[in-house]
């Protein structure tokens, strides 16, 4: 499919395996070249179904693509001379396998044997019956799986969690970071009106070449599940919807009550590794300067696995606790917080996410009940919304703009495809409200104004700007570690 016409060479080439060499003049549109990648084209076509209506591939497919741009020929084959293959197996991991619509390219065979190194698919048979297919009894045996989807150029891979959820045309996407792991894998994400549909990997070359790891690509689910979508305020054990105005004033209020009846170490603050180094920032000027406050900090500790491996999958699911601590945070004012409020010396806490490190629900509860006033900005129901006094519902990575410093300390933005859900509304919009209801003057609009200032207070931020960050990132000063 990418021959080429060389001048000086008698035959066509293959574009992708010649050289290019000093003077050389290569064409790639006269009649000669597309009279011999029509008939490639139609020799791939075959013994290929056309089942392109119920094919998830139709929109994104090469095969398409090229049909419309080369071929436009009618078939010289009859329908019931075609070879016909395996339809719709389960070959595991994210993937279903369409044998038929293969057009044999060994994309997926390579991936397999070059990148996760697990040799899982092979091509058996010869000729016209050649099949792309998986070891008898085996299934896909790794963590990249769903990449296979994106690499195969047709409908004979394509992602079970994704197929027939919604046609691609209807889709906008835009470029933006996984908040899976500290590895920070570049990605875009894919929606439609508020509805997040899937996630698919961005290339950049310091941080995940081209790929993304299975649990990263089902991140897309938190932005539509389980969420809060309103400001609630809990009185007597009963939650009631309230205004933002009235959440916020009466977060205030009972923060500057408590401080100033108990004293500044009476109001606590944690803050989250899935925040963006803007909003961390914020929440750590809010506490310091405006709460004046000791019992501050954070934890990357999370629930569940913590299963890491040697490419690209990283132990610490937060995709920002090494921004958390350049900017200051710790997890030891994270464990100052806690023995505080077990202590019972915590009047106010405000708490940001909706985990609380890897603590069991029952643990959340049993800590919270300690406290007479809790306040959450959060962007999902859990154990600490059904116990906060006050619930301050925040917009999901896919709503919101901003940066992750990544394990490694770069730095990279991802960005908001559309605007928070419900009620919601973005972080820094929240603390800036509730900052300035506690008596500071903030002047901050939007996260690069944020991250401008971010940068020239905090040393291994200096010299970046959001401009200059672009969508592959800047280490921070220092170099990577
Ligand atoms: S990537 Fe797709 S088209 Fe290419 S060999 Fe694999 S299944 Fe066939
Ligand atoms: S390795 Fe981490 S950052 Fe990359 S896709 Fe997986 S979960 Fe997301």
């Given at each position: 499919m990418c021959l080429?016409e060389?001048?000086?060479?008698?035959?066509?080439?293959?574009?992708?395996?010649t050289?290019a060499t000093?003077?050389?003049?290569?064409?790639?549109?006269?009649e000669?070249v597309r009279?011999?990648?029509t008939?490639?084209?139609?020799l791939?076509?075959?013994?290929?179904?056309?089942?392109c209506p119920i094919?998830?591939q139709?929109?994104e497919?090469?095969?398409?693509?090229?049909?419309m741009?080369y071929?436009?020929?009618k078939?010289?084959?009859d329908?019931?001379d075609?070879?016909?293959k395996?339809?719709?197996?389960?070959?595991?991991?994210q993937?279903?396998?369409?044998a038929?619509r293969?057009?044999?390219?060994?994309?997926?065979?390579?991936?397999?044997?070059?990148?996760?190194k697990?040799g899982?698919?092979e091509?058996?048979?010869?000729g016209?019956?050649s099949?792309?297919?998986?070891?008898?009894?085996?299934?896909?045996?790794?963590?990249?799986t769903g990449?296979l989807?994106?690499?195969?150029?047709?409908?004979?891979?394509?992602?079970?969690?994704?197929?027939f959820k919604?046609?691609?045309?209807?889709?906008?996407?835009?470029?933006s970071?996984?908040?899976g792991?500290?590895?920070?894998?570049?990605?875009?994400?894919?929606?439609k009106?508020d509805?997040?549909?899937?996630?698919k990997?961005?290339?950049?070359?310091a941080?995940?070449?081209t790929w993304m790891c299975d649990?990263?690509r089902v991140?897309?689910?938190?932005?539509n599940?389980?969420?809060?979508?309103?400001?609630i305020?809990?009185?007597?054990?009963?939650?009631?919807?309230a205004?933002?105005?009235s959440?916020?004033l009466?977060?205030?209020?009972?923060?500057?009550?408590?401080a100033?009846?108990?004293?500044?170490?009476?109001?606590a603050v944690?803050a989250s590794?899935?925040?963006s180094?803007?909003?961390?920032?914020?929440?750590?000027?809010?506490?310091?300067?405006v709460l004046?406050?000791?019992?501050?900090?954070?934890?990357?500790?999370t629930?569940?696995?913590?299963f890491?491996?040697e490419?690209?999958?990283?132990e610490d699911?937060?995709?920002?606790s090494?921004g958390a601590?350049?900017?200051?945070?710790?997890?030891?004012?994270?464990?100052?917080a806690?023995?505080?409020?077990?202590?019972?010396?915590v009047?106010?806490?405000?708490?940001f996410?909706?985990?609380?490190?890897?603590f069991?629900?029952?643990?959340?509860?049993?800590?919270l009940s300690?406290?007479p006033?809790?306040?959450?900005?959060g962007t999902?129901?859990?154990?600490i919304?059904r116990?906060?006094?006050?619930?301050?519902?925040?917009?999901?990575?896919?709503?919101r703009?901003?940066?992750f410093t990544n394990?490694?300390?770069?730095?990279?933005?991802?960005?908001?495809?559309?605007?928070?859900?419900?009620k919601?509304?973005n972080?820094?919009e929240?603390?800036?409200?509730?900052?300035?209801?506690?008596?500071?003057?903030?002047?901050?609009d939007g996260e690069a104004?944020?991250?401008?200032?971010l940068?020239?207070?905090?040393?291994?931020?200096?010299?970046?700007?959001?401009?200059?960050l672009?969508?592959?990132?800047?280490?921070v000063?220092g170099g990577?570690?």
């Amino acid at each position: 499919m990418c021959l080429v016409e060389v001048e000086k060479f008698p035959k066509l080439q293959i574009a992708c395996n010649t050289v290019a060499t000093e003077g050389m003049v290569v064409r790639t549109d006269t009649e000669k070249v597309r009279k011999a990648v029509t008939g490639v084209l139609e020799l791939m076509l075959i013994h290929h179904p056309v089942d392109c209506p119920i094919c998830d591939q139709a929109g994104e497919c090469g095969l398409q693509n090229y049909y419309m741009k080369y071929g436009l020929h009618k078939s010289r084959y009859d329908l019931e001379d075609k070879v016909h293959k395996k339809k719709v197996q389960d070959i595991g991991g994210q993937i279903v396998l369409d044998a038929e619509r293969c057009i044999l390219c060994s994309r997926c065979v390579r991936f397999l044997q070059e990148i996760t190194k697990t040799g899982e698919m092979e091509f058996f048979q010869r000729g016209d019956h050649s099949e792309i297919s998986i070891f008898p009894g085996r299934k896909l045996s790794n963590d990249y799986t769903g990449n296979l989807a994106d690499i195969c150029p047709v409908g004979a891979l394509t992602n079970k969690d994704f197929r027939f959820k919604c046609r691609v045309w209807f889709l906008s996407s835009i470029e933006s970071v996984c908040p899976g792991c500290a590895n920070g894998c570049n990605v875009e994400t894919y929606f439609k009106g508020d509805i997040l549909y899937r996630l698919k990997p961005r290339r950049n070359d310091a941080v995940n070449q081209t790929w993304m790891c299975d649990f990263g690509r089902v991140e897309y689910r938190k932005a539509n599940e389980s969420r809060l979508l309103i400001p609630i305020l809990r009185e007597g054990g009963q939650a009631v919807a309230a205004a933002w105005d009235s959440v916020l004033l009466r977060t205030a209020l009972r923060f500057r009550e408590e401080a100033e009846a108990h004293g500044a170490g009476s109001v606590a603050v944690i803050a989250s590794p899935q925040s963006s180094n803007e909003e961390l920032f914020l929440v750590k000027k809010l506490a310091a300067e405006v709460l004046k406050t000791e019992n501050v900090g954070f934890t990357s500790r999370t629930p569940g696995d913590r299963f890491s491996d040697e490419f690209l999958i990283k132990e610490d699911k937060n995709p920002n606790s090494r921004g958390a601590q350049l900017l200051g945070l710790t997890e030891e004012g994270f464990g100052r917080a806690v023995k505080a409020i077990s202590d019972g010396k915590v009047r106010a806490l405000l708490l940001f996410g909706n985990v609380l490190a890897d603590f069991a629900d029952e643990k959340i509860e049993a800590i919270l009940s300690n406290v007479p006033f809790v306040a959450q900005v959060g962007t999902c129901e859990g154990a600490i919304s059904r116990a906060a006094h006050a619930v301050l519902p925040s917009a999901s990575f896919a709503e919101r703009g901003g940066t992750f410093t990544n394990f490694a300390g770069r730095v990279q933005r991802f960005r908001g495809g559309f605007p928070p859900r419900g009620k919601a509304k973005n972080d820094i919009e929240i603390l800036v409200a509730l900052a300035n209801r506690l008596g500071a003057d903030w002047k901050f609009d939007g996260e690069a104004s944020v991250f401008n200032a971010l940068a020239s207070a905090s040393a291994p931020f200096s010299g970046m700007s959001y401009e200059s960050l672009g969508f592959e990132g800047q280490a921070v000063a220092g170099g990577l570690k």
